[in-house]
Each structure stands twice: as structure tokens, then as C-alpha cells.
């Protein structure tokens, strides 16, 4: 205000200061000489706040509709209200259960989610580290497991492994996806890769613990497990399996032959190692 009367330009104060001609004025309809505290940043609190225009009954009531169904929102509240001729609007509903909140006189129950499995101890796979470089192939391999239905009333499970460099895949049936079958998948796959494998990646699945994971680690193999629920981090694998289902299943007309050279079942046990080969018929 001093440079301003100095002056006598309230263009070359703004200017001078870096403020606005609105936040001058302003200041200036603010300002005492004697209190400087007049041109503090002040509140924008509203001067006048709604007040409420429900009764302590109501809210009283509504309290302990909510208490007796702690699940229900403002909607179906309001329904029952109604239903005991008290005229409310459901925003209205909305606004007493907000205070009571604030209040602390409603506390929300816990969330019962869907119980989760208890994560796994693995005592070899670890997730794969950020620094992880992949640059060759068999620096990562990607393996995972699906319902493949060659014909109706049929499922196999078939595990597919790529290379995310080589884009090499390959591919096994079984009747289970379990840890020994896993396992079994394992060594077809370290026989027909035509290059050395340094490291695997698997998802969070049953079949890939246990039996699958010592045989990883017998082998000198880095296993990686992905975090829950995140399949995108497979994706080489997955865009693998999306391709066998679209190019081969469901396009060729398969015929199911068990051949004692790729078959094998223990029946005294009731599993079968080996689902039968899988070849295309005469057309």
C-alpha cells in the first residue's frame, strides 16, 4: 500500500508485486494500518451453514434401522420409513446417516470379503526381481495351464511353455494339472527346448508347488511366481494358448488315439501321467 501511494499507479504496483488488480483491490478494502493481521489469508468457510431439519426422533429411528440392517443404504431405508408412515426423502436419509457417522454414533461394520487362500510357503519360488534382465532365450520361459476341449465332453489340461525372446513353445496334455504331471511337463521341457532354460515363470497355481518346484530346484532353474490375480504378467504364454485354442482347437477336427509310446496310466493308483496323443483325422 506504501508503494502504491508512492507511486500513485495501481497497473505498476500490480506489476511490481506480481498480483492481480482483484487481489489489490481486495486487499485494499481489507487493509489497516494499525493491523496488519487484516490481510491474512482468511477462511473460505461459509459464513451461514445448512442446518439440519429433521427431528431427534427421526434420526433416532433411522439409526436404528440401520443398526438392524447394517448392509442397507439410504434407498431401501427410506422405503421402510415410508413404510411406517414417515414421510422422508431418501437424500434426507443420506444426510442423517452422514452425521451420524460424524458423530460416531454409527460405526460401519466390517467388510466380510470372499476369505482368501492363505498364501502357499514357497520355500524355492521368489517373485522376479525388477533388475532381472532378459535378453536371450531361455533367460525367461513363461509356462501355464489350460482346459483344452479337442471334442465334445473332452477336457485336457494342457501345459504350454514359451520363450518370451524366441517366442519357441512348447506344449503337453494331461487329464489333471497337478505337481507330478507338472513336474513331468518340466522334463519333456527341458528335452525340447532346443536351447538351455535359466529361469521359469509360473503363476500362484496348486500344480506348480510341490513336486514341480523341488524338481525346479533339483535342476538348478530360477522359478518365479507371479503376485494374485495378475495374469497380464504372463502374457507371452497367454497370447500362446489363445492361439493354439483359436488356430487348432477350435478350427481342426481332432481324433483321440492312445498310443503306448506318448500314453502312460497308473490304474492302481487311479491317475493317469499322460493324456493320449492327440492327432487330426481323415477328412
Request: hydrophobic letters at 35%; a positive charge.
Amino acid at each position: 500500500m506504501d508503494f502504491c501511494r508512492r507511486t500513485q499507479n495501481v497497473a505498476r504496483t500490480c506489476r511490481h508485486f506480481g498480483i492481480s488488480r482483484q487481489t489489490f483491490y481486495r486487499w485494499q478494502r481489507r487493509y489497516d494500518a494499525l493491523n496488519l493481521l487484516t490481510l491474512e489469508a482468511r477462511s473460505p468457510r461459509p459464513h451461514r451453514h445448512r442446518q439440519p431439519t429433521w427431528s431427534t426422533r427421526l434420526a433416532d429411528r433411522v439409526l436404528a434401522l440401520r443398526q438392524r440392517y447394517p448392509r442397507w443404504g439410504k434407498d431401501k431405508l427410506a422405503v421402510l420409513l415410508h413404510q411406517q408412515q414417515i414421510p422422508v426423502s431418501t437424500s434426507m436419509v443420506g444426510r442423517i446417516l452422514g452425521q451420524l457417522k460424524r458423530h460416531g454414533r454409527l460405526r460401519e461394520p466390517p467388510r466380510s470379503g470372499v476369505d482368501r487362500r492363505a498364501l502357499r510357503a514357497r520355500p524355492y519360488a521368489i517373485r522376479k526381481p525388477k533388475q532381472y534382465a532378459v535378453s536371450r532365450p531361455g533367460d525367461l520361459v513363461q509356462v501355464d495351464t489350460f482346459d483344452a476341449r479337442p471334442l465334445p465332453g473332452i477336457i485336457f489340461k494342457q501345459f504350454t511353455a514359451r520363450d518370451v525372446v524366441s517366442r519357441w513353445d512348447v506344449i503337453q496334455a494331461h487329464t489333471r494339472a497337478t505337481a507330478s504331471t507338472a513336474a513331468q511337463f518340466l522334463e519333456t521341457l527341458l528335452h525340447r527346448m532346443p536351447f538351455p532354460i535359466r529361469a521359469l515363470q509360473v503363476d500362484g497355481g496348486s500344480e506348480f508347488a510341490a513336486d514341480f518346484e523341488q524338481a525346479c530346484q533339483q535342476c538348478g532353474l530360477r522359478l518365479f511366481v507371479l503376485p494374485p490375480r495378475s495374469p497380464k504378467l504372463n502374457g507371452a504364454v497367454e497370447r500362446a494358448q489363445r492361439t493354439h485354442t483359436e488356430e487348432f482347437y477350435q478350427v481342426t477336427a481332432c481324433s483321440l488315439e492312445k498310443r503306448n509310446s506318448t500314453a502312460s496310466c497308473d490304474s492302481g493308483s487311479g491317475s493317469t501321467t499322460r493324456c493320449g496323443h492327440i492327432s487330426r483325422s481323415a477328412t
